[in-house]
């Protein structure tokens, strides 16, 4: 298996996401179209991809914005979109292309990572990434301008533990700026 890094406008990806279709992958289907739409505009910059046999069998899109916190400038990164192939699960490529997706973000520059999970599901293996959940709920404003309250947010630090330490101790709603991962 290999574990690449491709830009998210290459010519190469997009030919590997032709193939790259999860059956039932519904994990949004809770939720209005139009909610949808409104949520999850943001553009990823890259895509870790995990490679067998010249085939996509896992990828984790790879976000990042500049934000303020207490009057500081910060860069957050995101993850989104993990997935993985049903065949190939619980084969360590998760994790894997997660090890890659840390390593990605702090070469880019981010303070911390942001991603948002179903806790009850996947909350103890983000964990094992330096992962921690938010106490509170984060706000994040759609496309359209409207403010939405979201569960499963969780953090992790790459170069600054004090923000995040904050964040994670903090009785107010994280705002993580426009659109979710």
């Known amino acids: 298996m290999e574990i690449k890094i491709y830009p998210e406008n290459s010519d190469e990806l997009k030919s590997l996401l032709v193939s790259f279709k999860i059956d039932n992958d519904d ?3 809770d939720l209005d179209p139009i909610d949808i739409e409104d949520r999850y505009y943001d553009k990823c910059f890259a ?3 995990a490679i067998i ?3 996509m069998v896992g990828r984790i899109k790879l976000y990042q914005r500049e ?3 207490n009057d500081q400038s910060l860069i957050m990164g995101g993850i989104g979109g993990v997935r993985v192939k049903p065949e190939f699960r619980r084969k360590g490529i998760a994790g894997e292309m997660m090890h890659r ?3 990605e973000l702090e070469a880019v520059g981010c303070d911390f990572v942001f991603l948002s999970a179903a806790q009850e599901i996947m909350g103890d293996f983000y964990k094992r990434f330096g992962f921690s959940p938010l106490q509170e709920k984060y706000k994040l404003k759609g496309k359209s301008g409207k403010l939405y309250l979201e569960d499963g947010g969780m953090i ?3 170069s600054n533990e004090s923000v995040v330490e904050d964040i994670l101790n903090s009785k107010d709603s994280f705002y993580i700026g426009e659109s979710t991962y």
């Open 27 to 29: 994990c949004l289907s």
């Open 47 to 49: 895509i870790v991809a």
């Open 53 to 55: 046999d010249e085939q």
């Open 67 to 69: 934000l303020k916190y």
């Open 101 to 103: 997706a840390m390593q």
């Open 156 to 158: 992790a630090s790459i």
